[in-house]
């Protein structure tokens, strides 16, 4: 059998097999880093992204007088959800609501701070709350209910009355309130920016003022620079109590929701309450309270979410954790009231009172010829008192067979 002969086959040197795996491995490297630097460049738009939304809607708020604090949205998903809802101006949903932030507790945040207006020790203190540029407001107080000669009780019967204020853009109008108070010494002043949407800030400061300046007070009444305040009528529904401690009165509302149009100047956006009907609380026109109420509100409020709604806020939400219970008290009332001697005189507190119309109620309840009968009573205020479908800025539930109590 012949022989096949083989002939030595030609192996490629190692230099070329290196060559080879060289090129291939380049090729894999690139591709890789270039899928790595693609990957990292959509990481970093996607975060981009993220941030923006919260940025953007932080810009558009005021700035608050002792500053805004961010706290961001937890996840993509929320931040699209919120980014659709529109945002209350100053209180973002990226806004803090924490209210340590803001009050600061520990420490002194009064501008002005009337040092006599606790000494002697009042039985009523009746702090109105007003704004920088209402002079004229605060000058017919003065002189009509607040005045000295109404004031006047016997000596365990004191009753002082001082205007509560933040500050304002304009300097000169901070100038004129420095001399303001210069002249009647019953103005407190404090560090933060004086607009509608920060009132829950200044009924705050007045929990710390008032605990801090004035804890043995006995009563402490809140109520606004458009208020006729009948003091005397006041007064006496106070001394008819048959216990102080736990006060919390006023006009009592119940069932009522929140806004949810963006365009109402009493808009409640979700984040800021997610609930379907507000607690009971009392309208922020005029409420009182005794001053273990105040302490226990002020302390609930620091551990509350900030609500830009104050009365909600105040003897609604913090009023439910401090599990306090506001009372409603005919005699107050959150409507105008007639010009009715008999009507003003069994009255506590009128609402949409502007200067003129605080003369005329000051010089019409001093009549001495009239004769009132149990009849003569505000029917106007009676029929709209809670039982509105929509009165001032929430929307109020058909009653149900339960009392509002």
Not at 379 to 386: F, S
Request: proline share 5%; with cysteine.
């Amino acid at each position: 059998m012949e022989r096949i002969r083989l002939l030595p086959m030609e192996l490629p040197s190692a230099t070329s097999i290196n060559n080879g795996n060289n090129t291939s491995n380049s090729n894999n490297r690139g591709r890789t880093s270039f899928i790595r630097r693609l990957g990292l460049g959509c990481i970093v738009l996607a975060a981009l992204g993220l941030l923006y939304v919260p940025a953007y809607h932080s810009a558009q708020g005021p700035a608050f007088g002792i500053g805004e604090t961010s706290s961001p949205a937890g996840s993509s998903g929320d931040s699209h959800f919120l980014a659709s809802v529109a945002q209350l101006p100053g209180w973002t949903f990226n806004t803090s609501r924490n209210l340590h932030l803001y009050i600061h507790p520990e420490n002194n945040t009064s501008i002005l701070s009337p040092n006599e207006l606790c000494t002697p020790l009042p039985y009523l203190l009746i702090i109105v709350c007003s704004a920088v540029a209402n002079e004229r407001a605060r000058s017919a107080i003065r002189n009509t209910w607040a005045s000295e000669e109404n004031l006047h009780y016997d000596a365990e019967t004191n009753i002082k009355v001082a205007f509560l204020l933040g500050q304002s853009d304009n300097d000169t109008l901070n100038a004129s309130i420095m001399e303001e108070n210069y002249e009647y010494g019953d103005i407190i002043q404090e560090k933060f920016h004086d607009t509608y949407n920060n009132l829950t800030l200044k009924s705050v400061m007045m929990l710390k003022w008032v605990t801090t300046n004035c804890p043995h007070a006995t009563y402490l009444m809140k109520t606004d620079d458009d208020m006729y305040i009948n003091v005397e009528g006041l007064v006496k529904a106070l001394k008819l109590r048959p216990h102080i401690k736990g006060s919390l009165i006023g006009s009592l509302i119940c069932n009522a929701r929140p806004i949810s149009d963006p365009k109402n100047k009493w808009y409640t956006p979700k984040y800021m309450f997610s609930e379907k009907i507000y607690p009971n609380y009392l309208s922020g026109t005029g409420y009182v309270m005794s001053l273990d109420v105040a302490s226990k509100l002020y302390h609930a409020a620091l551990e509350t979410p900030l609500l830009h709604l104050e009365d909600v806020y105040i003897t609604g939400l913090c009023a439910r954790n401090a599990k306090l219970r506001p009372i409603n008290h005919p005699g107050f009332s959150y409507v105008p009231r007639k010009l009715d001697y008999c009507v003003l005189k069994s009255a506590i507190t009128a609402h949409k009172v502007n200067s003129s119309v605080m003369y005329s109620i000051w010089n019409k309840l001093k009549e001495t010829n009239v004769t009132c009968t149990t009849a003569s009573t505000d029917k106007k205020a009676v029929k709209l008192n809670r039982r509105g479908r929509n009165v001032g800025y929430y929307l109020v539930k058909k009653r149900s067979n339960s009392r509002c109590t």
